[in-house]
């Protein structure tokens, strides 16, 4: 996966999507420039960290629709909205949405480069969150169902003993369970396996992490 970040620049302006082109190679940022969202929709997607530098106004599907569309289309992409015609109402709606900045035409270039360097940064946070999660998601289905159901109930603070209690096993099985479960996780100690269970989402309370095990036979 490449780590060099690519802005990608939606305004149906040809000269303003060529000037925005030259400056981000003049500080070796890469740049692709689209006149419209249609444009933008039929280009091969990049992977890699970025954001959208979309404009307010576009032929077609406006820059403000666009961006509440963007979730259901998977892109996930920082936004920057800019603007000619800025208002504060085209404003606080696409800092709701989750703008990064709302820059009105025209911009100071250094503005523009912060604004763009600050959702960079943000979007290579997101992805490093969700690679980190992944890795945690592979690990924890290279557990067995018992080894899942002991480091479940040890992360919700539950003793050797009463895991043992809960899921019909001997007190040592539930231990050599529990070992496992931490080399598999690659867990150093039990406070980080509790911080890859919140990760992972997995049950908080013995009533939501209980009846799943109780359903099961007991087995060693």
Do not use: W, Y
Not at 133 to 138: A, S, Y
Not at 149 to 157: A, D, E, H, R, S
């Amino acid at each position: 996966m490449s780590e060099d970040a690519v802005i990608h620049i939606v305004d149906d302006d040809p000269s303003l999507r060529t000037a925005l082109q030259s400056l981000f190679r003049s500080v070796g940022m890469m740049a692709r420039a689209h006149a419209s969202v249609r444009a933008f929709l039929d280009a091969e997607r990049v992977d890699a960290p970025g954001c959208l530098l979309l404009d307010v106004r576009l032929p077609g599907t406006s820059g403000l629709d666009f961006q509440g569309q963007l979730e259901s289309l998977g892109i996930d992409l920082p936004v920057i909205m800019m603007t000619g015609h800025g208002d504060i109402p085209m404003s606080v709606r696409a800092m709701k949405a989750g703008a990064v900045d709302f820059l009105p035409k025209p911009f100071r270039e250094q503005d523009l480069l912060d604004a763009v360097t600050l959702a960079v940064e943000r979007h290579r946070g997101q992805r490093s969150e969700r690679e980190d999660l992944t890795g945690l998601r592979q690990r924890f289905s290279t557990l067995s169902k018992r080894e899942q159901q002991v480091m479940t109930l040890v992360t919700i603070g539950r003793l050797n003993k009463e895991v043992a209690g809960d899921l019909h096993l001997s007190e040592i099985t539930v231990k050599i369970h529990r070992g496992s479960a931490m080399r598999k996780m690659e867990a150093k100690s039990l406070a980080d396996l509790v911080r890859m269970a919140e990760a992972l989402s997995l049950p908080k309370t013995l009533a939501e992490a209980l009846p799943a095990s109780q359903t099961r036979k007991p087995s060693s």
